[in-house]
């Protein structure tokens, strides 16, 4: 069994090297050399065994979920990315579940150019950390709290089928590998974060569910909004699998999904169109912002809408 230099040396053979990567994997510590004129934008996140995906899990798929977790992250803030790390913690060495682990992680950084620098190793319950860091030009980064009042609340994408496709794995039947494709593989959106630089006003990506997420970004703006549960973008998959309310609830409340939610003026929404048909990415306008704080939802007949959750929290139940 190989030990963990061995694997740090696997891991380092198959990645690969960006122009302004000065160090990479091998020292105490990357030295990286953003350009002049960028800010850093940096993030994190653990995965857990059981907590954030199924045990049984195709490593190749984890490892494309690690990693686009955090790009989508990049994506929201309007950064393209560039380096990441990586900390393993396995239960044993194990050199084939590494190599279609690092099949899946490393095909996602090749498509996006990101450079793997660095990490840690070490023996315990299957966890992934990946931190990954991402360039903006100076000022430019989309935050969480620059909604205004008026400002349409758009959604790329369409939401609701990883939580479709976990609602189906708890059940135990009959169900969709489309589905589950969304959750196995999401699709970080990068390239609509960039060409939201300047159209839209604050945004977020959906890993909680769209009530939990723009929550947040309405508290950090200090406004509300109300959505209409009719235009919430649906696939034909999710809608021949689960009926209203019930797919509702899953796209308010199931997260996992990330797509960008974003708020932007109603002046920009043909700009705003324009330019993701560019990435033949759909995207909708699901509501509006609001003064009175809070989140309302409004039924296609008019009536009101309380969701039974309000999304995913760590420490109150788990994803898996």
Not at 34 to 56: C, Y
Not at 79 to 100: E, Y
Not at 169 to 181: C, E, T, Y
Request: charged residues 20%; hydrophobic residues 45%; contains cysteine.
């Amino acid at each position: 069994m190989p030990g963990e230099f061995a694997l740090i040396e696997r891991i380092r053979a198959r990645a690969r090297r960006r122009d302004d990567v000065v160090l990479g994997i091998g020292d105490d510590a990357a030295v990286l050399a953003p350009a002049p004129g960028q800010q850093l934008v940096v993030t994190s996140d653990t995965l857990v065994a059981g907590v954030h995906f199924p045990v049984e899990t195709a490593p190749a798929d984890l490892g494309w979920k690690a990693l686009a977790v955090n790009l989508s992250d990049l994506a929201a803030m309007a950064a393209t990315p560039a380096w990441c790390t990586l900390a393993l913690t396995l239960p044993g060495a194990d050199d084939a579940w590494l190599d279609a682990f690092l099949d899946g992680f490393l095909e996602l950084a090749d498509q996006h150019d990101v450079s793997l620098v660095g990490g840690d190793t070490t023996r315990g319950p299957l966890s992934i950390t990946v931190t990954a860091f991402g360039l903006v030009p100076a000022g430019q980064a989309l935050r969480r709290d620059g909604a205004r009042v008026g400002d349409d609340v758009w959604v790329t994408g369409t939401i609701g089928d990883a939580a479709g496709a976990l609602a189906q794995w708890r059940a135990r039947g009959p169900a969709s590998a489309k589905l589950r494709w969304r959750l196995d593989r999401p699709t970080p959106r990068i390239e609509a974060g960039l060409a939201l630089r300047g159209l839209a006003t604050a945004g977020i990506d959906l890993s909680d569910g769209l009530a939990a997420d723009l929550g947040h970004v309405l508290a950090a703006s200090g406004v509300g909004a109300r959505l209409e549960l009719g235009r919430l973008p649906t696939s034909r998959t999710l809608a021949d699998h689960f009926a209203e309310p019930r797919r509702w609830e899953l796209q308010l409340s199931g997260g996992d999904d990330y797509e960008l939610c974003f708020t932007a003026p109603a002046a920009r929404a043909f700009e705003i169109e324009q330019a993701l048909a560019a990435l033949d990415l759909p995207a909708t306008v699901v509501g509006q912002v609001e003064a009175e704080p809070g989140l309302r939802f409004g039924t296609p007949d008019g009536g009101a809408y309380a969701p039974a959750a309000a999304g995913y929290q760590h420490f109150d139940g788990g994803h898996a």
